[in-house]
């Protein structure tokens, strides 16, 4: 990946249905080689796949919270995540380093539909122990980290 496909990801990032033509136009460079670009980039899964992003509020999620889980076992794991995969509140979920196994963003609507939430993860068959956090405000939310190649600055 070069600075050009780096600047590429970054209007992609911006605006994923931004146009090839004035891609073309921020970097200086033919729509037919943005496209081609763009082509190589999703072959090579580095784009990976497009989507939207929903305002939480307008959906009636107006509460993110984050919540640590720490398993009995190992061995409960995979039950946990397949678990966590049939929940549609729980929006990401990383297994981590630390004291707790696994940290997840849960999205809802109040204060009674979090505790709902967390009864239905404490139920689960091992789990160990949680510590939920309430967001206060997003500060920053990227979904995805692009660097720069080296030597760009």
Known sequence: MDQIDY????ALQANARETASNISKEIHLSVSA??????????????????????????GN????LMEVALEKPVYFD???EAIQKMDNVVSCYYITGSMDLILKIACESPEELEQIHR???GLEGIKDT??????KDVK??????RKPKGMD
Do not use: Q
């Not at 600047?7 to 970054?10: A, E, F, P, T, V």
């Not at 081609?36 to 796949?49: G, T």
């Open 141 to 146: 939310n990227v979904y995805s980290a692009i």
């Open 79 to 81: 039950a946990f995540s």
């Open 62 to 65: 107006i509460m993110t919270a």
């Open 120 to 122: 239905k993860i404490m």
């Open 34 to 59: 943005v496209i081609e670009r763009i082509h190589k980039l999703e072959e090579n899964h580095v784009i990976d796949k497009y989507t939207i992003i929903v305002d939480e509020n307008k959906v």
């Open 131 to 136: 510590t939920t956090h309430v967001v206060l």
């Open 7 to 10: 600047r590429i990801l970054k």
